[in-house]
């Protein structure tokens, strides 16, 4: 059984920091490419971060660009984001999404390049 399950959203004052976590299971998550996408209330969902397979190379959205890391432990089959500096504006369901593994890397940001994803984790920054 594949499937994506995040967690460690709630409620957080502007300024502050939240981790989210995303628990991989039913595939070898070493050679996958695993990204972050976000849905904020009546929006279209946003790229947010990507992390190559090994962890080499990781890759923002502009809007969260010197405020969040991704990372993964490929021992623990988990990918992590780390989100400081929080903003009113970055309440949103955040989900986890595995890549295609045979994707252009040009159009890594596409939500239309992920095949799978989680059930999503919401995020609520309060002002």
């Known amino acids: 059984q594949v499937q994506l399950v995040e967690s460690g959203g709630g409620l957080v004052q502007a300024g502050g920091s939240l981790r989210l976590s995303c628990a991989a299971s039913?595939?070898?998550?070493?050679?996958?490419?695993m990204g972050w996408f976000r849905q904020a209330p009546a929006k279209e969902r946003e790229f947010v971060a990507v992390?190559?397979?090994?962890?080499?190379?990781?890759l923002y959205g502009d809007s969260v660009k010197g405020r969040f890391t991704i990372s993964r432990d490929n021992a623990q089959n988990t990918v992590y984001l780390q989100m400081n500096s929080l903003k009113p504006e970055d309440t949103a369901v955040y989900y986890c999404?595995?890549?295609?593994?045979?994707?252009?890397?040009?159009?890594?940001?596409?939500?239309?390049?992920?095949?799978?994803w989680g059930q999503g984790t919401a995020v609520t920054v309060s002002s």
């Open positions: 992390i190559t397979s090994s962890g080499g190379v990781t």
């Open positions: 999404a595995r890549r295609k593994y045979s994707g252009a890397y040009s159009a890594i940001r596409s939500q239309n390049e992920y095949d799978m």
């Open positions: 039913g595939f070898t998550f070493s050679r996958y490419s």
